[in-house]
């Protein structure tokens, strides 16, 4: 599709079971990121992916949260044990790489990853 | 995390009104962005703020980025029954080559219009 696609849409979980997030970009973006969404929040940063390389995770809030993009195109966002607080909206985000004085280039946002746990 | 204070938290108007709403931090940021953001559906971009005092006009929307760098309002005329969803502002830090799509977002307006 021409859009940023991500799967599944909605996955409920067990507290302690480990989840995994995909997220495939629009064809071309070479810029990748994750943002979590809670219940009547804004999505808060998660993290940053240029290509393959992760060049920013400050925002992952433990060592249970892992983020990967090896071939520099589809990325998935691990949570491993989760836990209630982990429920949320993962939204992934693309946008085409950019140098220059205007700052940020669009981000197209997916649809998100609903998960619920238990 | 840090999030932007964004008012009103909600609106409920009727169609044909206008509508302001607005974003305050306490930080500087280079960059401010409006999103919408549709039951379901990630945030959409509405307008895009590079400089400040920039007024920027996207159809029957307007935002400004404030002279102090700390604040953004968005107006929208005539509102239509479309225009329901919530609206993020959202800022970003950095500026130039340097900078990527890492944005602190506003808790959002909830906006509805009644026909």
């Known amino acids: 599709g021409a859009g940023v696609s991500q799967s599944p849409r909605y996955k409920v979980a067990k507290r302690g079971q480990d989840v995994a997030l995909r997220c495939d970009p629009i064809?071309?973006?070479?810029?990748l990121f994750w943002y979590q969404q809670a219940l009547g929040q804004g999505p808060e940063f998660l993290t940053y992916f240029q290509n393959e390389a992760q060049l920013d995770k400050s925002g992952l809030p433990s060592d249970r949260f892992f983020a990967e993009r090896p071939e520099g195109s589809v990325s998935t966002l691990k949570i491993q044990r989760t836990q209630q607080e982990d429920s949320a909206v993962y939204l992934c985000?693309?946008?085409?790489?950019?140098?220059?004085?205007?700052?940020?280039?669009?981000?197209?946002f997916g649809e998100g990853s609903r998960l619920t746990v238990l | 995390g840090q999030q932007l204070n964004q008012s009103p938290q909600s609106m409920f108007i009727q169609e044909g009104e206008d509508v302001s709403m607005n974003c305050t931090s306490s930080s500087i940021f280079n960059t401010w962005l409006w999103y919408k953001q549709d039951p379901g559906e990630g945030p959409v971009l509405l307008i895009a703020l590079y400089k400040a005092g920039e007024l920027t006009s996207n159809g029957r929307l307007t935002a400004q980025f404030g002279i102090t760098r700390k604040d953004s309002f968005l107006n929208i005329s005539a509102s239509i029954p479309s225009d329901v969803g919530i609206y993020f502002c959202?800022?970003?830090?950095?500026?130039?080559?340097?900078?990527?799509?890492?944005?602190?977002f506003g808790q959002g307006t909830i906006l509805t219009v009644h026909p």
């Open positions: 064809s071309g973006h070479v810029s």
């Open positions: 959202a800022g970003q830090m950095g500026a130039g080559g340097t900078s990527y799509g890492k944005l602190t």
């Open positions: 985000a693309s946008s085409l790489i950019w140098v220059g004085p205007r700052g940020t280039g669009e981000l197209f």
